[in-house]
């Protein structure tokens, strides 16, 4: 299983950002991929996730209607559409896949089975 996200980058404080997670290597029937982040000095955060089948949506309250999550079954690619970007925002951004073997646990990082490298996103104020 290969997970690459890309799209960091620097931003200023209300712009925008797309990052994308192209995934490939496996074949599960049905599957979840989320997008996580971890700010210097913090845990690892759930910031959204979709379904890969049905294309259920789930938002950490932090981004809800400033961030889309989105896939693209076509292309085996999520994306994570950053609108009016925070100071706050300001992390290393990952992309994990959940295969479901063990349930659904949308927003909890510790069920999620792979992992891809990150990409870096800061905000400026």
């Known amino acids: 299983v290969q997970l690459q996200a890309f799209g960091g980058g620097l931003v200023q404080a209300g712009g925008s950002l797309r990052l994308s997670c192209a995934t490939s290597?496996?074949?599960?029937?049905?599957?979840?991929l989320g997008w996580f982040r971890q700010a210097p000095g913090r845990e690892r955060e759930f910031v959204a996730s979709?379904?890969?089948?049905?294309?259920?949506?789930y938002y950490a309250d932090s981004v809800k209607g400033r961030f889309t999550i989105s896939r693209d079954t076509s292309k085996n690619t999520v994306y994570l559409q950053m609108n009016t970007l925070k100071t706050e925002d300001t992390a290393v951004y990952y992309c994990?896949?959940?295969?479901?073997?063990?349930?659904?646990?949308?927003?909890?990082?510790?069920?999620?089975?792979?992992w891809g490298q990150g990409t870096l996103v800061t905000v400026s104020s």
């Open positions: 994990a896949l959940e295969d479901g073997s063990g349930g659904y646990y949308p927003r909890m990082s510790t069920k999620y089975d792979y």
């Open positions: 290597g496996f074949s599960f029937d049905d599957y979840c």
């Open positions: 979709v379904t890969w089948s049905g294309g259920r949506t």
